[in-house]
C-alpha cells in the first residue's frame, strides 16, 4: 500500500458491482489510529485480481473521527459510501466508477451526511454509538443495522446488533 502505516491491518472489506467491474472498499488502521481510512480496488470480477487506487477517504479528509467499516450502498441512482465507528456514521457521494468521492478530498467535509451523529463529546462510548454498519433497502423501506458494545473481550464480550427502520438511506 502507498498510505497509511505499514504495520496498519485491513479489514471489514465491502464489495459491490459498478458498472462493469467491482469495488473493493476495506478499512486500513490500528488499534488506537488517530487518522485510519478507507482504501478502494477494482477489478472485472468479485474474484480479483484486483487494481489498487489507494486511499479514498481517511478521518482527516472526512471530519468522521474512526474513518472503518466501509458499505457502499447505491440510493436514487447514485453510489455512496457509509462508514464510521463509534464517533459517528458518515455517508458520502462517490463518483460513477465507485474509486474517489464525488466531491474530492478537499471539500468532502461539507458533503458528509452523519446517520448517525456524533454524540460521544469526543470520548468512545461503546454503550451509545456503533460501529460495523450496514443498511439495506426493503419494499421502499431502510434497514440500518450497527455494532454496539465491546467486541473484543472474549467471553464478557456485550457485542450486539440493533436494527432501525427508515423511509430513506439518510434516516
Request: hydrophobic share 30%.
Amino acid at each position: 500500500l502507498d498510505w497509511g502505516d505499514k504495520n496498519a491491518g485491513v479489514w471489514a472489506p465491502s464489495v459491490i458491482k459498478v458498472g462493469d467491474n467491482y469495488c473493493y472498499y476495506y478499512s486500513l488502521s490500528l488499534w488506537g489510529d488517530s487518522n485510519p481510512g478507507i482504501g478502494v480496488a477494482t477489478s472485472p470480477t468479485p474474484y480479483g485480481p484486483w487494481t489498487h487506487h489507494g486511499k479514498l477517504l481517511d478521518s482527516v479528509t472526512s471530519g468522521v473521527k474512526n474513518s472503518i467499516d466501509p458499505q457502499p450502498i447505491y440510493y436514487e441512482g447514485k453510489l455512496y459510501l457509509i462508514w464510521g465507528s463509534f464517533f459517528g456514521i458518515g455517508a458520502v457521494e462517490l463518483t460513477d466508477d465507485g474509486t474517489e468521492v464525488f466531491w474530492g478530498m478537499d471539500n468532502m467535509k461539507d458533503h458528509v451526511t452523519y446517520l448517525i451523529p456524533d454524540n460521544s463529546g469526543g470520548e468512545m462510548d461503546i454503550e451509545i454509538n456503533y460501529e460495523g454498519s450496514y443498511v439495506i433497502e426493503r419494499n421502499g423501506e431502510f434497514f440500518y443495522f450497527g455494532s454496539q458494545g465491546t467486541c473484543c473481550s472474549g467471553r464478557i464480550s456485550t457485542y450486539r446488533v440493533k436494527v432501525g427502520k427508515a423511509d430513506n438511506l439518510f434516516g
